[in-house]
């Protein structure tokens, strides 16, 4: 245990050391860019910067982000180098959200940089953006929507030959086919991987995937082989981050297997490479699978305390200057056991040391509550606010519903009015005349002719024949607007709406005379609009213009 708590001590020092060589990355890049002498430089440094940063503070790298748009914004620059700067940098604010699980505005970004790369014809960009919008959905888990995107990023790849790239986009294919319980097609795609990968450690990147499958197909021979040629690759090329997750997947497979001696042999080796690489990361999970083997072996005294060694990890690791002043008092009160075993002293001091880890593990639970009550309530806020926006959203599309429906109506109602007026007027010249030839009738009775009656009974009929033509309209008026109108205006585009509307009463075998009463003009305007519809509409002298318009439906 001596030997553990060394290890873990040496673990938190390791990155302190490669902490300081980033830190002075860092600084001589923000000199860069406060120095720049253009806008074009300064954007470059921001950029490689922003790189550094990402890695440890993402809210840091999106100000730099923002920042570097801000530059583009104020000074208005439309070149193609700033149009590609622009849209790198939307992607990598899309990016980021992303990262904290805002996807909404992640995937605007995304397609944001998407429309400028699209606009710019800038194909490789273009790819890029598939793949990360791919990417977007894959971690939304809407596995369909991020294969197309994948399959939308390939040919592309494929044309200009970016294998690593194109490597790439095959292995997250693979895995939207893994976690959709496909494992035919994602054995297929991570093949295709490993394959264009053109390095080695690439490769190894991919056969990581082909051993998960093997792994969870109960394939656990060809999952060892693939993990331990991957380890020797790792250790040859110094690849020290990822040696330690092959070792416990060896751990854990062994484990699996009933082979208890060979996964303590692998999560030790873990716990080696750990101390040798400083990769603190993993301790909880390592602390988890030691206590998982010696619990299938029987040995439930080591299981437990393992398991407690893991939840006192995963309890402080939300605060890793907390976890590092623990780990500096256990050292403190091992040593001080192994010299003070016999000692009142030793057991009054490690009682003080108990309670000091108790009370360091229930504020990291407090903080834990805290954080999670905090998260809770966000959510809260966050869905009621959405839940009103759509609400209001609902409302106002209604409204406008209503208001248009509204105005649907009185249209109906303006142009039945003015149909109505036109009518009564016909009717109210008719009966002025009617009345007039009776008068004139009743004056000269004794002189009348037959023929003034049989007058009086032509204009009678031909008013009744009006009169039912008139009552048709009413009811083919919407046909008509909907159908005849729309077929004018697009056959005959130059026709005013007034003549449109002369069309459609010729239509109805109305006489220029009726025409003339219900539009209320003079006889001569209805022939001469008349003759500019003929004319507009290309017809020879022979052609009749009431039949041309029969034809037309």
Do not use: W
């Not at 921001?46 to 801000?70: P, Y």
């Not at 690593?164 to 035919?184: I, P, W």
């Amino acid at each position: 245990m001596r030997i553990i708590l060394l290890t873990l001590f040496c673990c938190y020092l390791f990155p302190v050391f490669s902490q300081t060589k980033q830190d002075s990355l860092e600084i001589d890049l923000k000199e860069k860019v406060v120095i720049a002498q253009n806008d074009s430089l300064k954007l470059h440094y921001i950029v490689e910067l922003t790189k550094k940063v990402e890695k440890r503070n993402v809210d840091e790298a999106r100000s730099l982000m923002k920042e570097a748009l801000q530059i583009i914004k104020d000074n208005s620059y439309n070149s193609n180098y700033f149009l590609k700067k622009k849209a790198l940098i939307i992607d990598a604010l899309g990016k980021y959200e992303s990262i904290q699980k805002n996807y909404e505005k992640s995937l605007d970004l995304q397609l944001e940089a998407l429309k400028i790369r699209e606009t710019l014809g800038d194909s490789i960009g273009i790819s890029q953006s598939y793949h990360n919008i791919g990417m977007l959905f894959r971690y939304q888990k809407d596995y369909e929507k991020s294969k197309s995107y994948f399959f939308k990023a390939i040919p592309i790849r494929q044309k200009y030959l970016d294998s690593t790239k194109l490597a790439r986009t095959y292995n997250m294919l693979g895995v939207s086919y893994y976690y959709n319980k496909q494992n035919d097609s994602a054995m297929y795609y991570y093949e295709l991987s490993r394959n264009y990968y053109p390095t080695a450690f690439g490769k190894a990147r991919a056969s990581e995937n082909i051993a998960t499958i093997h792994y969870t197909t109960g394939n656990y021979d060809n999952a060892i082989e693939v993990y331990k040629k991957n380890i020797a690759l790792y250790k040859s090329e110094n690849y020290t981050k990822f040696i330690v997750n092959s070792q416990m997947h060896l751990a854990k497979i062994y484990s699996d297997l009933g082979k208890h001696q060979q996964a303590i042999h692998y999560i030790d080796e873990t716990f080696a490479s750990a101390k040798k690489y400083g990769n603190t990361a993993k301790l909880p999970l390592m602390y988890q699978l030691r206590s998982h083997i010696f619990e299938k072996m029987g040995n439930y005294r080591y299981a437990l305390g393992f398991f407690k060694t893991h939840k006192y990890y995963y309890d402080s690791i939300f605060n890793v200057r907390n976890a590092k002043k623990i780990t500096e008092l256990e050292l403190n009160y091992k040593f001080q056991k192994e010299k003070q075993a016999d000692s009142i002293k030793f057991a009054t001091e490690k009682r003080e040391l108990e309670l000091k880890t108790e009370v360091k593990q229930a504020r990291s639970r407090l903080y834990i509550l805290l954080l999670l009550l905090t998260a809770v309530i966000f959510i809260t806020l966050l869905l009621i606010v959405n839940n009103r926006r759509r609400l209001n959203q609902e409302r106002y599309k209604k409204e406008q519903f209503e208001k248009e429906l509204l105005d649907e109506k009185l249209k109906h109602s303006t142009y039945q009015t003015k149909q109505l007026i036109a009518d009564n007027k016909m009717r109210l010249q008719f009966k002025q005349e009617f009345l007039a030839k009776l008068k004139k009738v009743k004056q000269y009775a004794d002189a009348v002719d037959i023929s003034d009656f049989q007058s009086l009974i032509t204009d009678l009929s031909s008013q009744i024949q009006t009169e039912s033509k008139l009552d048709s309209i009413e009811d083919n008026i919407d046909q008509i607007d909907e159908e005849f109108n729309e077929k004018l205006r697009t056959l005959f585009p130059t026709l005013t709406k007034s003549e449109r509307e002369i069309c459609a009463l010729m239509r109805m075998n109305l006489s220029l005379k009726e025409i003339m009463i219900i539009r209320n003009v003079t006889m001569g305007s209805i022939k001469a609009s008349r003759h500019r519809i003929r004319k507009k509409m290309g017809l020879t002298r022979e052609q009749e213009l009431e039949q041309a318009i029969m034809d037309l439906i």
